[in-house]
């Protein structure tokens, strides 16, 4: 028996029947969806609050399963999603898998590949609270999800509990992937506004349009598509904070629309007449430099002062290397947890990559490195060869930033890689190495036609 909540996506009344039949025997708690537009209202409105699991069907007349996971991407909510796909759509199952999604299935699944997906997200949220159970003996502040060790972050870190305690709002700047969304959480769950809501969104990855109704929410009939009435975000974080990521990306409209929510603390939805008033701290965050988009006139100077009252910079990963090492060996016992790997360290060489590699991407670009590591290693030790970092030529700091194509690979290319590796390991027995890759025979079959792994034995 389990204890979680999962919610099913899926416009097949089979499989929704199905799915419902096997998770309910199994003690969890369900809920049910048959089109993707419900699906969002409901998540728009509530967040994903408490949900274990989305199992999310890839098509679907109305909202397709993709736009559902760009969807929930852009208001960041944390919720592993699986993707149900026909053979006939691999290929949104990997689009879906860029996308963030936990996992995919292709249908018709046996329940205990379900069941084996739900083991290992129920078993990462039972992690995640020893951490945090941890983190509180350690006196660490229990909603501090952050690792660090540097004077410079510490330096950050401390600013941000203590503008935390006052309800101005913050502008967090910083590379890419230096955690500025992590240090805007930090800051709502050790603020007087922690018992409430705190939601996010990227202004950069919605259009206008869906930017606008987002924030604002709409009344139906308000623009084409617009059949039911849809609450804002504004709204929905009442009273609690607003993390807007990616701010330097906001329109003119848009910003204008903004500036009269700080001024006047209420706002119009679209196509509304009547005002709503709300109460609600901004956060926001950016990876320009605002003061120039001001300069420039392309960022309002009155929202830039209303929103950034205090600001806090993020230093670059390369400029706090004590860090480095301390987020390796975290992003490592997450990963070999989650894959069921007995990885327990690096070797002295591959340490002395990493910690001498100038991460363009910052902490993100680690998290990936580490990953990718996780799955290609095959002893106890992550070796350089297995991180994107390493050249053939074994020359191990790079001065400069390579290339995007020779740091970042695809996850299908990772697939590919590994799939490979033990088609080799196994002398080419494929019953050998599916069992190995605890895939079904057929469905290797399958990869190795898609991948062109045919030739692997004269290899
Ligand atoms: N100090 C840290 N400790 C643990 N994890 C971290 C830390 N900093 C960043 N991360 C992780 O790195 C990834 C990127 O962090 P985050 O999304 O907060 O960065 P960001 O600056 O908001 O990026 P972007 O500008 O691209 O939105 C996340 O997975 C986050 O959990």
């Given at each position: 028996m389990y204890s979680g909540r999962v919610i099913i996506c899926d416009d097949e009344v089979e499989i929704l029947r199905y799915l419902s039949k096997i998770l309910s025997a199994k003690g969890l708690d369900l809920e049910v969806f048959s089109s993707g537009?419900?699906?969002m209202t409901c998540l728009e409105n509530r967040g994903a609050d408490e949900c274990d699991l989305l199992l999310l069907d890839v098509k679907m007349p109305d909202l397709d399963g993709i736009e559902i996971l760009q969807r929930i991407k852009a208001l960041k909510?944390?919720?592993?999603?699986?993707?149900?796909?026909a053979y006939a759509s691999i290929n949104s199952a990997i689009e879906a898998m860029k996308l963030g999604a936990y996992d995919y299935v292709t249908k018709p699944?046996?329940?205990e590949k379900i069941f084996g997906i739900l083991e290992k997200v129920l078993e990462r949220k039972e992690l995640l609270k020893e951490n945090s159970a941890l983190k509180d003996e350690l006196g660490h502040p229990a909603a501090s999800p952050l690792i660090f060790a540097s004077p410079s972050f510490t330096e950050v870190h401390d600013m941000a509990l203590l503008v935390a305690q006052s309800d101005s709002n913050v502008v967090i700047l910083g590379e890419s992937g230096?955690?500025?969304e992590l240090v805007a959480s930090l800051i709502h769950q050790n603020s007087q506004r922690a018992s409430e809501r705190f939601l996010t969104i990227n202004c950069a990855a919605l259009s206008d349009t869906l930017l606008e109704s987002q924030l604002f929410g709409h009344v139906r009939g308000a623009f084409t598509g617009a059949i039911n009435h849809q609450k804002g975000l504004l709204d929905a974080a009442n009273n609690g904070t607003l993390f807007l990521d990616e701010v330097g990306d906001m329109s003119p409209a848009i910003q204008a629309?903004?500036?009269r929510v700080l001024q006047e603390g209420d706002f119009i939805p679209v196509g509304d007449t009547k005002a709503k008033t709300v109460n609600l701290r901004f956060l926001a965050a950016t990876n320009k430099d605002l003061e120039e988009e001001v300069r420039q006139k392309r960022f309002r100077e009155d929202l830039y002062f209303r929103l950034n009252v205090i600001s806090l910079y993020l230093p670059p990963l390369r400029e706090r290397a004590e860090d480095i090492e301390l987020l390796a060996r975290h992003f490592l016992r997450k990963y070999a947890a989650r894959m069921k790997r007995d990885i327990s360290d690096f070797t002295p060489e591959a340490l002395q990559l990493l910690t001498t590699y100038n991460w363009p991407g910052n902490v993100r670009e680690l998290e990936n490195a580490i990953e990718r590591a996780a799955i290609l290693t095959r002893g106890p030790l992550i070796r350089p060869e297995t991180l994107p970092v390493w050249r053939s030529n074994g020359l191990p700091p790079v001065a400069e930033a390579p290339r995007a194509a020779e740091r970042l690979v695809s996850l299908e290319t990772i697939e590919r890689e590994h799939i490979l590796?033990?088609?080799?390991?196994?002398?080419?027995n494929k019953s050998r190495a599916a069992r190995i890759l605890d895939i079904a025979r057929r469905t290797l079959d399958r990869k190795i036609e898609e991948f062109g792994l045919d030739d692997v034995g004269a290899l």
């Open positions: 537009s419900a699906l909510l944390e919720i592993p999603v699986v993707i149900m796909t699944f046996p329940k230096t955690g500025k629309k903004l500036l590796h033990v088609l080799k390991a196994s002398g080419n």
